[in-house]
């Protein structure tokens, strides 16, 4: 059985949740296919810890593919993000009390990477499915953008294994407080059903796992 791992955050800035871990958590133990099943991991919204937590999980799991959640507050959509930048700059606190102003992800790292989902794919495919999403161009300079960042690092020498970062918008529950945008927690967990539906229908997907089941 191979393993598909779905990241979601703790709560911060004050929230006592985060849309992020509930979907995640929603997904654990779901098979889109008999060869794969669904591990969520719930990652620190801290600097110092959520990548050791993330590269921690991809070394136990091993995944064919890796979606990391983040929440978004103020968007409207579901956000495909393209694009992870090699920069923080923290504009609150993370939860350990630390605010990094333009520092690195990685020292030395390249400028950027990109995502390997097949974003426009899945942006058509969830639009059909009445689930408002787009690709985005900016992941912030925040703990999201650090995971996604450090991810996609972390696999810069595993192409075959599929990866990317998705901030979804805030519950409603948050909105209530928020005066916001959002979107119920069970619209995004039967959009991600989508999307790794379709990843893994993808051709370069579709043959690794073929190739790792023979």
């Not at 136990?60 to 920069?87: C, D, F, H, T």
């Not at 960042?149 to 519950?171: C, D, K, N, Q, W």
Request: charged share 15%; hydrophobic share 40%.
């Amino acid at each position: 059985m191979h393993t598909i791992l779905i990241t979601g955050f703790e709560p911060f800035g004050g929230e006592s949740n985060n849309p992020s871990w509930q979907v995640a958590k929603a997904l654990e133990g779901w098979q889109p296919n008999e060869e794969c099943i669904v591990k969520a991991v719930r990652l620190p919204c801290t600097f110092a810890d959520s990548l050791p937590t993330l590269h921690s999980a991809l070394e136990s799991l091993s995944p064919v593919m890796v979606i990391a959640l983040g929440q978004a507050g103020g968007r409207a959509e579901i956000s495909l993000e393209k694009v992870a930048i090699n920069y923080q700059d923290a504009p609150i606190p993370d939860n350990a009390g630390k605010q990094p102003h333009g520092t690195p992800v990685v020292p030395s790292g390249p400028a950027a990477y990109f995502s390997t989902l097949p974003l426009n794919r899945l942006v058509n495919a969830l639009n059909e499915a009445h689930h408002p999403a787009s690709v985005s161009y900016t992941a912030g300079t925040f703990v999201c953008n650090h995971v996604f960042y450090g991810l996609m690092h972390a696999l810069a020498h595993h192409t075959e294994v599929r990866a990317g970062f998705i901030h979804i918008p805030y519950s409603p529950a948050q909105a209530c407080k928020h005066r916001a945008p959002s979107m119920p927690v069970s619209d995004v967990v039967a959009a991600m059903k989508i999307a790794i539906e379709l990843s893994l229908l993808d051709d370069d997907v579709t043959a690794v796992c073929e190739g790792m089941l023979h």
